[in-house]
């Protein structure tokens, strides 16, 4: 078994084919995810089935599995969030043949060019995550109560210090 995933491949003929491939990729690899996260580090588990069914619909069925460092949106620190996506996509070359795929599959149109893989999975992974991410339990959100006290009061007593000046001045 090939420890990483081909950067590209045809899609619609490792279906025909029947192929299952398996593989790591960097979250760094994944472009549109990086910013979404806290690091960009971590790696994910793929698994990628490619066959047809009994219909002659040929799909891909795949999970991604393993944790992506989000930031927390009520104190802003990074926290670990496991993933863990299936999903099966219909395989069509061309979009009037939409109609004829059954609501088991989510619509995936190949082109004739091969398909970047990390732009497939980049995809799934974004379907995948929380809007606001937040830590499960507020007590493990970072202390922040107390700064925020601190900065309140510093930009509060700027306009009575810029006051007093001019106090002085008359
Ligand atoms: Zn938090």
Do not use: W
Request: hydrophobic share 40%; with cysteine.
């Amino acid at each position: 078994m090939k420890d990483h995933l081909p950067d590209r491949l045809d899609l619609y003929a490792a279906a025909e084919a029947g192929r299952v491939i398996k593989g790591r990729i960097p979250v760094a690899r994944l472009a549109r995810v990086v910013p979404l996260t806290a690091s960009g580090a971590g790696e994910l588990d793929v698994i990628l089935e490619l066959d047809r069914d009994q219909e002659g619909t040929r799909y891909l069925a795949g999970s991604i599995k393993g944790v992506l460092e989000l930031q927390c949106q009520r104190c802003l620190d990074s926290m670990d969030y496991p993933l863990n996506v299936r999903f099966r996509l219909g395989l069509v070359q061309n979009p009037d043949d939409l109609q004829y795929l059954t609501d088991r599959y989510e619509p995936l149109i190949v082109t004739p060019e091969p398909a970047q893989i990390s732009e497939v999975i980049a995809d799934e992974v974004l379907l995948a995550l929380p809007i606001a991410p937040l830590h499960a339990d507020i007590d493990n959100c970072r202390e922040v109560a107390a700064d925020y006290d601190v900065s309140a009061n510093a930009q509060r007593d700027n306009p009575f210090a810029v006051l007093k000046q001019l106090k002085q001045k008359t």
